[in-house]
């Protein structure tokens, strides 16, 4: 189990369209086992979460480790983590849930471990929102640094490019 892959799904499934069945499958094109199990309720549920699991990384992103804290640990009650050891491709790990599990249950149980282990190994501040105006979307920053502040590098090109043209027109108007 890769808990930082885990986290960093978790932000991509905060950002994800999950209006309907096609649009959760292009979530998962890379895992190709779960297609065939998306369903409806499944879309709904992950919106829930999509609604839930918003503000912990809003609370990160304004440095409130107390909230960031709180808000996985509410989570964690609301949504009971059922891990299993697999034994698949030759190598022993953990899967986030049982083979019975829904899809919504699998990526639920999956983004909150990754969450709560992220926060655990290395901090609650790790979690935030883009910084580029017409952004909201979310990331999770495992940078050595802690330095990330935008969700994609679109969005901190995006960002750089306006900040220089301020500068320039600044300058010119000055």
């Known amino acids: 189990m890769d808990f930082n892959r885990y986290a960093e799904r978790s932000a991509g499934l905060l950002n994800a369209d999950l209006s309907d069945v096609d649009a959760l499958r292009a979530l998962l094109a890379d895992r190709p086992w779960l297609l065939e199990h998306c369903t409806d309720r499944d879309c709904m549920l992950l919106r829930r979460l999509q609604r839930d699991l918003r503000p912990v990384f809003e609370a990160s992103a304004r440095g409130d480790d107390a909230a960031v804290v709180e808000g996985l640990n509410e989570l964690m009650v609301r949504h009971p983590v059922t891990p299993r050891i ?8 953990i899967h986030a849930a049982s083979k019975t599990q829904s899809v919504a249950e699998l990526l639920t149980g999956e983004a909150l471990l990754g969450l709560a282990n992220l926060v655990c190994d290395l901090g609650p501040t790790r979690l935030g929102v883009c910084a580029e105006a017409r952004c909201d979307d ?11 502040r935008y969700c994609s590098e679109r969005c901190s090109s995006r960002a750089n490019v306006a900040a220089y043209r301020a500068r320039r027109r600044a300058v010119a108007s000055a």
């Open 138 to 148: 979310v990331f999770v920053d495992t940078s050595p640094n802690a330095s990330r």
């Open 86 to 93: 697999s034994g698949h491709d030759g190598d022993l790990h």
